[in-house]
């Protein structure tokens, strides 16, 4: 028996080692798939300190992932706050030639395989945007049957019954949600020949999550096959005036589909909550010096950033000769859940002095007099000597010379 449980034992251990080849783990159980996971979870709840703090748990643990997945926080920050969403048809500048595609995303059939009039207005505007830009591929994408009908091939006879020619539409028809559409349009863009940026065409209120997803799947389809990367470039949406916007947990949810994650709640979605500031920085300065100090926000998961150019500075003044007592004040909301939330503040105070500037008296040099045209030189005269000498004996000989002559 002893020997049957030492095989067992062995054959444990050995199965162990072989998974965690396969399967990294880091600190705390933690895996790059665990922290996107709970990366997107943060973003999703607004919980920015967890987002820059899962980051750079990220970072230790693979470089590789930690530049792709900064690269989509950023990229989602700027969707979210600068995107411009165009209406009707794609923006100037955009390419004009092969190297482009427009990216036009399905919208369910009706039960007879007919098309709904949102996604013939999502038609009607990448007809405007393709007639704009004659030489840009079209990719249609969508892939639910509806009485034999699929998105992708309803979205073709569109475009080729308003003048698009054949060869310029490119067919996805097997995807089912907006993640599929991007996973399975890189399927077909990323071998494709020329193909190098490509433009979203979806109902405005969908631009965000669409672009956000696109983006992502890029860089991730990219890094796989080692490839530069499918840019994205320009959008155009046709306009519901019933809806509007999308929210956060819809893009998050989508997002984690093109990750392959899962994204965790509750308890294992721990936030941070500020427990208190630290000021450092210069405490003497000169009248008109800007203030010079780092805020450093603590939490309690033991977590520390730099929020200086959020904090409030309060009791200043550079032009105010003397000590002077600051006061830091620094707010954070603590997000819980993406309807609940709470404000947490904090202060700080510390002194400095602001004197005056030294008073510097320029020195000036003591004039030089000007030397009289005719002044006598007083310094080594010896080569003018010997040459006053050289003439005079010269002038004595010449005159010797003539009364010999007379």
């Not at 591929?137 to 003048?163: A, Q």
């Not at 190098?196 to 956000?212: A, E, N, P, V, W």
């Not at 100090?293 to 603590?298: G, N, P």
Request: hydrophobic letters at 35%; aromatic letters at 8%; one cysteine or more.
């Amino acid at each position: 028996m002893k020997k049957l449980g030492k095989a067992i034992l062995g054959l444990a251990l050995a199965l162990s080692m072989c998974f965690s080849m396969f399967i990294p783990v880091y600190a705390e159980g933690e895996t790059v798939d665990t922290l996107v996971g709970s990366l997107i979870g943060y973003y999703r709840d607004g919980a920015r300190t967890d987002v820059l703090r899962t980051l750079d748990t990220l970072k230790e643990v693979s470089k590789d992932d930690y530049d792709q997945w900064q690269s989509i926080i950023d990229y989602w920050d700027w969707i979210e706050n600068d995107m411009v969403e165009n209406i009707g048809v794609a923006p100037d500048g955009l390419p004009n030639d092969n190297t482009h595609a427009f990216v036009v995303l399905g919208f369910a059939l009706k039960s007879d395989g007919t098309m709904q009039p949102e996604l013939v207005g999502r038609l009607e505007t990448a007809l405007a945007s393709a007639q704009k830009y004659p030489n840009s591929y079209i990719l249609v994408t969508g892939g639910v049957k509806k009485n034999g009908w699929t998105e992708g091939d309803r979205m073709h006879d569109w475009l080729v019954e308003h003048g698009v020619a054949d060869n310029r539409i490119l067919v996805e028809n097997k995807s089912a949600n907006t993640a599929q559409n991007a996973e399975f349009s890189f399927d077909i863009l990323y071998n494709h020949p020329t193909i190098k940026s490509i433009s979203m065409i979806t109902s405005q209120y969908h631009l965000k999550r669409g672009t956000i997803l696109y983006y992502a799947e890029s860089l991730i389809r990219a890094r796989e096959l080692g490839k530069t990367p499918i840019k994205l470039n320009g959008n155009a949406g046709w306009y519901r005036e019933d809806k509007t916007s999308e929210t956060l947990s819809q893009k998050a949810s989508s997002l984690s589909q093109i990750a392959g994650v899962s994204i965790p709640y509750g308890e294992k979605l721990p936030k941070s909550k500020l427990t208190g500031i630290e000021v450092t920085g210069k405490k003497t300065y000169t009248v008109g010096d800007a203030l010079d100090i780092i805020v450093t926000s603590t939490y309690d998961t033991e977590y520390s950033r730099d929020v200086t150019g959020l904090a409030k500075i309060i009791g200043f003044d550079a032009n105010k000769v003397g000590k002077q007592n600051v006061v830091v004040v620094y707010t954070e909301t603590l997000h819980h859940s993406t309807s609940s939330s709470e404000d947490v503040t904090m202060t700080a105070e510390f002194e400095v002095e602001v004197k005056t500037a030294p008073i510097t008296v320029p020195v000036n040099p003591q004039p030089t007099p000007d030397k009289p045209v005719n002044a006598v030189n007083t310094g080594d005269n010896s080569p003018l000597a010997i040459m006053t000498m050289v003439a005079g004996l010269a002038a004595a000989g010449m005159f010797l010379a003539k009364r010999k002559e007379n």
